[in-house]
């Protein structure tokens, strides 16, 4: 349980099946039970972007699964609020493996929800999960303008819907997250390396890191994660909560990781140096949802290249805590009491641009 296999290399289908043959997850398990493949599919973006799950991979998955007899697989995900998941399932080549393989796509913001409680907090989450004997969970190592990374743990808030995806961001996203994981626990994951954008969720800024990330334990597959992105565990609030409820166990120096080709070269000799955000100080975020907040940073990133924000004199407000305040400038439908807002759930990164400028 506390070691990780690793696959360097471009070939992602190929990689996957390699990895899913030297671990055997599936040994001695019953052929009829019901298995959940759970991608990022965030937003409707090619995986070349950074910012979904490749689908080579889990048709890699795919392909081992049914050559050793398991066919009762389903696909399932809910992407961010503001984006279709059926749009995401064709836009990223979902639709072409779900006909190829007869693989049912469950889009879960159709889904009706189940209410669970741990420690207290209530928390509401998709019916179709507590269905599944076997979930596997197939997040993008990459980086979130709001936790500063997204890997297994956060991953799974896409089974939950739109509405408590955005009352997570009310209760601060770390405990939410890391209690969720205390409630649905993953039996595999394999993580997403090939190219993932190491500083927005929403991608567009890939980097090769050429590499696919097999594990049972979603702590230690994000710990991995804040490594690789230039980030320290104890940076990452909920990968440290999720522990302390008994998710798992975090990197430590005597992990064993391993890589499955003899002649590869070093499995963790890849560190993303973080760039300096200056800009992200005109933000006063207050409970933004991460598709709102994302394309302010996004805009905002982008607006900095060019030396516009140094003309911006005033905080931008953005998140659900504005509801009926009245403020000078706000990004988001919920800023709309203000002077000057920025309307949309979300605004698109090329409205706000817009808005800016002019």
């Not at 607006?303 to 924000?309: A, I, Q």
Request: proline fraction near 4%.
């Amino acid at each position: 349980m506390s070691k990780l296999y690793i696959a360097t290399g471009t070939q992602p289908k190929k990689m996957t099946i390699d990895l899913l043959e030297r671990i055997n997850p599936i040994k001695g398990k019953n052929k009829e039970i019901k298995i959940g493949i759970k991608p990022n599919l965030v937003c409707a973006s090619p995986a070349e972007e950074g910012a979904t799950t490749h689908p080579e991979i889990i048709e890699g998955i795919i392909i081992y699964l049914t050559s050793n007899g398991f066919n009762n697989i389903k696909i399932i995900e809910g992407a961010w609020v503001g984006d279709s998941t059926k749009r995401a399932y064709k836009v990223c080549g979902y639709e072409e493996i779900s006909k190829k393989y007869d693989i049912p796509l469950i889009d879960l913001k159709d889904d009706m929800f189940v209410t669970k409680s741990y420690k207290g907090m209530e928390l509401n989450i998709c019916k179709t999960v507590f269905g599944l004997d076997f979930l596997i969970n197939v997040p993008l190592i990459k980086g979130h303008c709001q936790t500063k990374i997204t890997c297994a743990l956060k991953n799974l808030k896409g089974i939950i819907p739109d509405t408590e995806k955005r009352r997570f961001h009310t209760m601060g996203l770390h405990k939410p997250i890391a209690y969720l994981n205390a409630i649905i626990r993953q039996d595999l994951i394999i993580a997403d390396g090939i190219c993932p954008d190491p500083y927005f969720e929403e991608g567009g800024r890939p980097k090769k890191l050429n590499r696919i990330v097999a594990g049972f334990d979603p702590v230690l597959m994000d710990s991995y994660a804040a490594k690789i992105l230039g980030y320290k565990t104890e940076d990452i609030k909920y990968i440290g909560l999720a522990e302390s409820e008994g998710v798992g166990k975090t990197l430590e120096s005597d992990t064993e990781i391993v890589n499955i080709y003899e002649n590869a070269s070093a499995a963790d000799d890849i560190t993303i140096v973080q760039k300096e955000k200056k800009y992200l100080n005109m933000i006063e975020q207050a409970d933004a949802c991460s598709a709102c907040y994302s394309n302010l940073v996004n805009a905002l990133e982008r607006l900095d290249e060019s030396g516009f924000t140094e003309n911006i004199a005033d905080q931008i407000c953005i998140g659900q805590a504005y509801r009926g305040y009245k403020g000078i400038l706000g990004v988001g439908d919920c800023t709309s009491c203000f002077e000057k807002y920025m309307p949309g759930c979300p605004p698109s990164v090329d409205d706000i641009i817009k808005f800016f400028t002019e």
